[in-house]
């Protein structure tokens, strides 16, 4: 049985004052929520955030270094992370593979780090809207779901995202089929590396999600949660994406 886990991906927005009432809000409204849940603000607010956590909430980061410590100026290691109890790191995320150009080789290396400090590993992978309309789509994700997973051993501490490029941000969601055939063919593929594990491994779906959407998503059997952007950025919405988990 898989447990429901809701994270909500801040990226660089958010402010001190804002992350406190955030926190404030979603622990007065926990009260029935089955789901797991993970909030991943900056870097800067990591350790605030698991100071002022309410029971329930757990923390993670948005991306971690590849090295283990050293001379990497500007880098925070994934060692740093799991000091500061930071749970769980969100690894290749498409606006880290189109911006900061992270190939899946890079996202492996650094799943392999997160690994070794006991940090859950949130790896991301979606097709652009050209690849999805040249017919791609299956065939780029699968591609980096093996290439991103390369050498990983165990995959106790992986959870699978699958968020369609073009659904990021834009408010265009895939539907709840097509999103559940991408979820059960990357299962699929988790079980040609992951024999005994594959079943276990949680594959949330990300790319617009808000309370209106949730319920219909998680009704599907292979769709295991939620990775959130913008609608994780307001307690409210984030509830009612909570209480579809
Ligand atoms: C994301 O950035 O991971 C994401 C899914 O964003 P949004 O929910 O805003 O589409």
């Known amino acids: 049985m898989r447990r429901t886990l809701i994270a909500g991906n801040w990226k660089s927005n958010g402010r ?10 979603l622990g007065g409204g926990l009260a029935s929520a089955s789901a797991e849940i993970l909030i991943c603000p900056p870097y800067v607010y990591l350790s605030k955030a698991v100071a002022l956590a309410p029971e329930g909430v757990s ?10 410590e050293g001379a990497f100026t500007g880098e925070v290691t994934a060692g740093m992370l799991a000091d500061c109890e930071v ?17 899946s080789e890079l996202v492996a290396s650094k799943v392999k780090r997160a690994n070794t400090e006991g940090l859950m590993a949130i790896v991301c992978v979606g097709e652009s809207l050209e690849e999805r309309e040249k017919g791609l789509a299956e065939a780029v994700v699968l591609e980096q779901v093996r290439q991103s997973l390369q050498g990983v051993g165990d995959a106790s501490g992986i959870v699978l995202a699958y968020e369609p490029v073009w659904a990021i941000g834009t408010g265009k969601t895939a539907s709840a ?7 059960a063919a990357i ?3 988790l079980r040609e590396q992951y024999a005994e594990q594959a079943d276990g491994i949680r594959i949330l779906y990300g790319g617009s999600v808000k309370g209106g959407n949730a319920a219909e998503l998680f ?19 984030f509830l009612q994406i909570i209480a579809a988990g």
């Open 16 to 25: 001190k004052a804002g992350l406190e009432t955030f926190l404030e809000v």
């Open 59 to 68: 923390i993670g980061a948005q991306n971690c270094s590849v090295e283990q």
């Open 87 to 103: 749970g769980a790191v969100i690894l290749g995320h498409s606006e880290r593979r189109e911006l900061f150009s992270e190939s």
């Open 177 to 183: 089929e097509d999103a559940q055939n991408m979820h």
């Open 187 to 189: 299962r699929r593929c």
């Open 219 to 237: 009704a599907k059997p292979d769709i295991d949660g939620a990775l959130v952007g913008g609608a994780s950025l307001d307690a409210k919405e």
